[in-house]
């Protein structure tokens, strides 16, 4: 199961939910609803980077093979247990723009400092399928997780700084995409490049629209 699309353990949790009781079907039911939790919990920690962990390779976005996500997540339970029940516990009250996002940046870090060493195992197979799937892959998601907080916080305000901007919000665009550049000269290009394919990138054009 582990394997699985999210998509198909969804699919797998909606099939199931009338199952109940001591039968065959709600041992499974059970199963499902544990790796539909664990991947919402994977999924928020490493949320800056999982839209881009897809099937297939987007000549525009940089993008990772799936299982790229998995072994991360696999290394960073391993690694980091207690890190990770406390990331659980942020996740039952979290509420977006108003919780700390710090248990989940902490694992973040704890990931990236791993995949740089490859070590342990799963980030260093994590890393070296990163690099099969295009050249430099690894040191492309080293610098997507690197990044991981600025986007984590900018996703929140996207839309706002999309559809209403002001004077105000341009600024805090700017402040992102500066914040960006802090952590490497070629950051805030590799932010653009970093963004989940599925939104518009905050890069220099969103910026600087209100200077």
Not at 84 to 93: I, P, S, T
Not at 112 to 118: I, K, M, S, T, V
């Amino acid at each position: 199961m582990e394997s699985a699309p999210d998509k198909v353990v969804g699919g797998l949790q909606n099939a199931l939910a009338a199952a109940s009781g001591d039968s065959v079907l709600a041992g499974v039911r059970r199963l499902v609803e544990t790796e539909v939790a664990d991947r919402r919990l994977r999924n928020a920690v490493l949320s800056p980077i999982a839209p881009l962990c897809v099937a297939g390779i987007d000549k525009d976005h940089i993008s990772f093979p799936p299982r790229v996500l998995a072994l991360i997540w696999h290394g960073l339970k391993a690694s980091c247990p207690a890190e990770v029940v406390r990331a659980e516990r942020a996740l039952a009250d979290y509420r977006p723009d108003e919780s700390s996002a710090e248990p989940f940046d902490i694992l973040v870090t704890a990931a990236a400092d791993a995949l740089r060493e490859r070590e342990p195992r799963d980030f260093g197979a994590a890393a070296d399928l990163a690099d099969a799937s295009r050249a430099g892959g690894a040191e492309l998601l080293l610098s997507c997780l690197a990044l991981a907080p600025i986007i984590r916080e900018a996703t929140l305000r996207l839309p706002d700084w999309i559809s209403r901007t002001t004077e105000e919000r341009a600024a805090a665009a700017r402040l992102a995409y500066k914040d960006a550049v802090v952590i490497s000269d070629d950051a805030g290009p590799a932010s653009s490049r970093c963004w989940p394919p599925s939104s518009p990138s905050p890069g220099p054009s969103c910026a600087s629209s209100r200077r």
